[in-house]
């Protein structure tokens, strides 16, 4: 069973920055060569979106044009670990933050591509 964990979620004033974590279960990592984790979020009344991805074994990204430039994902091989590194956030950024999997080699924007999610982190911009 995959299991993914988020942490790093709180408040801050806008313009600041938050680092958002990640951690896969190790058996996620059976597939090394074959996997995307992903970033999404989800604000009161509205739908989920997707934020950023990363091809874990090739480290390509991809970025929603709304964080690009402010937000940026990386992984640590190392702890398993999936990074949401947002600098000038928004009060707009204010929401829900999700981590997924998918079990592809392929970056992918939509959440029902994702397979196993994670119980979300709180992020809230004042203004």
């Known amino acids: 069973q995959v299991q993914v964990i988020e942490s790093g979620g709180g408040t801050v004033q806008a313009g600041g920055s938050l680092r958002l974590s990640c951690a896969a279960s190790a058996r996620t990592f059976s597939y090394v060569n074959y996997f995307v984790m992903g970033w999404f979020r989800q604000a009161p009344g509205k739908e989920r979106e997707f934020v950023a991805a990363?091809?874990?074994?090739?480290?390509?990204?991809s970025y929603a044009d709304s964080v690009k430039g402010r937000f940026t994902i990386s992984r640590d091989s190392a702890k398993n670990t999936v990074y949401l590194q947002m600098n000038s956030l928004k009060p707009e950024d204010t929401a829900v933050y999700y981590c997924a999997v998918r079990r592809s080699s392929a970056l992918a924007l939509k959440s029902d591509e994702y397979s196993h999610w994670g119980q979300g982190t709180q992020v809230t911009v004042s203004s």
């Open positions: 990363i091809n874990w074994s090739g480290g390509s990204t």
